[in-house]
């Protein structure tokens, strides 16, 4: 056989056992985060709708703290990195620590059960990475086999309890280093997303289903508008994460012991939900972002979901923003929306799209999800949207582990 032939065969044997092995590797993650992740999704919905039909158990937020801190406490964590530790396992294939898919399982339930203002995705990729850790553990993996792993371990956990199995993988690839892509990853992390996804919906779990918008025509009046709104998100982005490191700076500093953060904490929200005199601002606040891209929303909704959520996470409570952030953006939209001449309804889905992507500063996996939530008629809009909002976001991230590799601006600073 002349030499270029048995390189050629070589290669082509290479590229089928990475196949083959990823195949199978991705396939079987995808398969046991479908079913945790059903199982997640069930146990946070059943907490919500508790806590929806039983307003009381808000009084028992403190407790639920306590009960969390507790948990962390006797693992040896007085300062839980949460998502944090997957961005770090994402760069340096560090596994995930010991028992923590326990933990923010039912750290998570007892929030949203209580009342706590969180979502369920920064804990879906926690627990994802776990379940790729625990593969790891019984496997040799070398650092980046154990890099793979972890991306399709939270790519299959996230499109479980959501439903966009597409923006789930490509978030997977680009969270971690943002401006750096694995390419290599993307055959896996849709195996892992798609079978997780797959595993999940057959074990009863419903994909977040939004409303239809109306697009409005292409031109450039109504690019400019939506060139505002997505400025508009940006900077209504750093308020959010301003709002949600210093809370958790303040926590920390004035009361550095993790019990009195959680039980005061719980108070806080206590006492800020019923000055509100609503409980629409507990929990994740899925239905409401949903009821903004209807065209329905409060104008000071965003604000108010800032602070809770805020006060909750940096007490120490469980779930993740991304949800909340959903919210925000979708209600801050629905309000900014009509004062620039655009559809309220429209404008909601802008600015969800638009807001999630200046806190995980992930623009194509925002697209994707774009399309994945609403279609792809309105795509240049939600584009020009991801591109403004990822940009005028600055360097603030939900993220404090997050590495953007290149500069926004173009001149090497960062």
């Known amino acids: 056989m002349p030499e270029n032939w048995r390189a050629a065969a070589s290669r082509a044997k290479s590229y089928l056992i990475f196949f083959l092995k990823w195949t199978v590797l991705a396939g079987l993650t995808g398969g046991v985060c479908g079913a945790v992740g059903a199982l997640f ?16 158990l808000l009084y028992l937020l403190p407790a639920a703290g306590l009960i969390i801190a507790l948990l962390y406490h006797l693992a040896g964590v007085e300062r839980d990195r949460g998502a944090n530790l997957v961005m770090t396992s994402l760069r340096t294939g560090e596994p995930m620590p010991h028992g923590i898919v326990p933990r923010i399982f039912a750290s998570t339930v007892l929030t949203h059960l209580c009342g706590g203002s969180a979502g369920r995705e920064g804990a879906a990729l926690v627990i994802g990475a776990g379940i790729a850790t ?151 606040g899925m239905d409401l972002a949903i009821a903004a891209v209807e065209g329905h929303a409060v104008p000071w909704a965003f604000l108010a979901k800032i602070l809770l959520t805020a006060l909750t996470m940096g007490a120490g409570y469980k779930g993740g923003e991304i949800v909340p952030a959903f919210f925000i953006g979708a209600t801050l939209g629905c309000t900014a929306g009509p004062l620039l001449g655009l559809d309220p309804g429209f404008a909601a889905a802008v600015g969800l799209v638009a807001l999630f992507c200046s806190i995980v500063n992930c623009p194509i996996a925002s697209i994707v999800l774009s399309i994945e939530l609403f279609g792809g008629g309105g795509l240049w809009f939600f584009a020009v949207a991801c591109g403004v909002s990822y940009l005028m976001s600055g360097y603030y991230s939900l993220y404090a582990e997050q590495r953007i590799v290149y500069s926004k601006l173009g001149d090497g600073k960062k």
């Open 134 to 284: 625990a593969f790891e553990r019984r496997m040799r993996f070398t650092p980046e086999e154990s890099k793979l792993m972890t991306m399709c371990g939270m790519s299959a956990l996230f499109a479980a309890v959501f439903g966009t199995p597409v923006t789930a993988a490509v978030f997977g690839m680009e969270v971690a280093a943002v401006g750096v892509l694995h390419y290599n990853a993307l055959y896996p992390t849709l195996v892992a997303s798609l079978t997780g996804w797959g595993v999940s919906s057959l074990l009863g779990t419903a994909p977040e289903l939004m409303p239809a918008i109306a697009v409005p025509m292409g031109n450039a009046g109504n690019i400019l508008r939506v060139a505002l709104l997505a400025l508009i998100c940006a900077l209504c982005s750093i308020l959010f994460l301003t709002f949600i490191h210093v809370t958790g700076h303040l926590y920390r500093k004035y009361l550095p012991s993790l019990f009195l953060r959680a039980a005061a904490g719980g108070i806080l929200v206590i006492i800020v939900t019923l000055l509100l005199g609503t409980r629409d601002y507990n929990g994740a």
């Open 41 to 56: 999704y069930q146990a946070v919905n059943l907490a919500d709708r508790l806590f929806a039909g039983h307003g009381w």
